[in-house]
């Protein structure tokens, strides 16, 4: 086939097909257990809850105080790890582990970028996985070529790694506080060595990281746990303690847990663990996530009210909102729309006929919406490919109106910190006004939540809403460092 002659590495018609939403960012897992215990299978348990953050890459390492292993590869968690590769991480004392998921927003998705990565130290062999961006990383990094330093890949969690290692002289935990203060962005990290567990978060607290303990076993304290959200706890049958703070380190070793405050910050958490990207069972920040999503619904309807017969959402992303839109403003919730659960999101539609059908594959309309007007509930829109699509799949069904509700504000500006929105040119509402948007889409009426009303609606810490209006409060990278292929020179 023709390649695409902007990037000879991608398909034709790349963004013609590309995933009309944010994608998302990666999940990591941590586990110290004072007594030994079959850390593999929890880790393994641990990323596998959290595979929703992250399917290009799965990867875990597992340490019993001496050696030191990992197994990591592209694919999905259950792709990733069969019973030959669980076995090999199957330590008899193993104490420590770390597991990882990955979505790239900084580095191509080939192997030798999956995590956790791994190093030998004066410290000895350390394990880093990493959620988020740094937005300082390439110039960080360029200072550390120029004084010889050896990367082996292009992410950047590298060059978190390659500054613990460098300070030499200091301890782990000292060694990666420094670090903390040298790198700026949204990050949430696991970090452990042969007998040391560490997590820490930005300042701002734009990733999230949480802290979690599983029962005491034969009077012994129960392991703790650290992960990107609670289900990873929930699914080792850990129970939630409390976030990391913003700007916090904590580690665990033989003496129990530990917390150092490196570099306090004022929280403001992303926006869209909330609207999108966490679990609906999961809790951040003091926040339920199914609680936000109901009242972003019901703010979006009381917001944009609309004369119709019934609420539909766009499954799976869409489906709480539009049932506290239903709640609020009376119109009765429908499944309009069937997804189907074996369409992956990787499928690559190299046609025109076959990018057209690619929709239809995912997603096929119900009797339902057969003569009705229906409020079409979504999370977000990027590109506005897709939202087109099931806009006319709705119509096609016999649908006599449809009107477009989304429960975020309209995505302007790219994301720096760790999600993979697209380029700025490619945010289609970067281009278009709220009515060129629903022209192109194709509906009825559009409306967006205001920042204000997303604001109340989360109900918690600050937010950063910075791909909505472009205040980025953890900083931004150099001009030219604005996609995830930056470390590529």
Request: proline share 6%; net charge negative; aromatic share 8%.
């Amino acid at each position: 086939m023709t390649l695409n002659a902007s990037d000879p590495t991608k398909p034709p018609h790349w963004d013609e097909y590309a995933e009309d939403k944010p994608r998302e960012e990666c999940g990591v897992f941590g586990i110290y257990s004072p007594q030994p215990a079959d850390l593999a299978w929890m880790t393994y348990l641990g990323i596998f809850a959290m595979q929703h953050r992250g399917q290009e890459a799965a990867g875990i390492c597992v340490s019993d105080g001496e050696k030191f292993h990992v197994e990591k590869d592209l694919g999905l968690v259950t792709q990733v790890f069969d019973e030959r590769r669980l076995d090999n991480l199957r330590l008899a004392n193993a104490r420590v582990a770390i597991g990882h998921v990955r979505y790239s927003t900084t580095g191509s998705n080939l192997r030798f970028n999956a995590q956790p990565l791994t190093t030998r130290t004066n410290k000895g062999i350390l394990g880093l996985a990493h959620n988020g961006n740094f937005v300082n990383a390439r110039e960080v990094r360029d200072v550390m070529l120029m004084e010889g330093a050896l990367f082996a890949t292009t992410n950047d969690s590298e060059v978190m790694l390659n500054l613990i290692a460098r300070e030499s002289h200091m301890d782990l935990v000292e060694a990666t506080a420094a670090a903390m203060q040298k790198l700026k962005g949204g990050y949430a990290c696991v970090l452990m060595s042969r007998t040391q567990l560490i997590g820490f978060r930005d300042p701002n607290g734009v990733r999230p990281l949480v802290i979690g303990q599983r029962e005491s076993e034969n009077g012994a304290p129960g392991a703790y746990v650290l992960a990107s959200e609670p289900c990873a706890l929930f699914a080792v049958g850990a129970r939630l303690l409390r976030d990391v703070l913003p700007g916090e380190l904590v580690w665990m070793d033989r003496s129990g847990l530990h917390s150092l405050m490196v570099h306090p910050g004022k929280p403001t958490p992303c926006a869209f663990e909330w609207i999108y990207f966490a679990r609906v069972d999961s809790i951040l920040d003091g926040v339920d996530s199914h609680a936000a999503r109901l009242r972003m619904g019901a703010q979006l309807a009381r917001e944009h009210p609309v004369d119709a017969d019934i609420v539909v959402p766009v499954p799976d992303s869409g489906m709480v909102a539009a049932i506290g839109y239903a709640r609020e403003s009376g119109i009765p919730f429908d499944y309009g729309l069937y997804k189907n659960p074996y369409a992956g999101r990787s499928f690559i539609a190299p046609t025109q006929e076959a990018r057209e059908l690619k929709v239809k594959m995912k997603l096929s309309p119900t009797a339902a919406v057969a003569g009705k007007r229906v409020v079409l509930v979504d999370d977000s829109i990027v590109r506005g490919t897709t939202s087109r699509q099931i806009v006319n799949l709705l119509r096609e069904a016999g649908a006599t109106e449809v009107h477009f509700r989304v429960s975020s504000p309209p995505i302007r500006f790219p994301c720096f910190y760790g999600i993979d929105t697209a380029a700025r040119k490619e945010l289609v509402a970067s281009t278009h006004s709220t009515e060129q948007i629903r022209e192109l889409i194709g509906a009825d009426t559009l409306s967006f939540i205001s920042e204000r009303g997303l604001r109340e609606a989360v109900a918690g810490p600050g937010l950063c809403l910075a791909c909505f209006n472009g205040e980025y409060p953890a900083g931004t990278p150099l001009l030219n460092d604005v996609d995830k292929l930056a470390l590529e020179v």
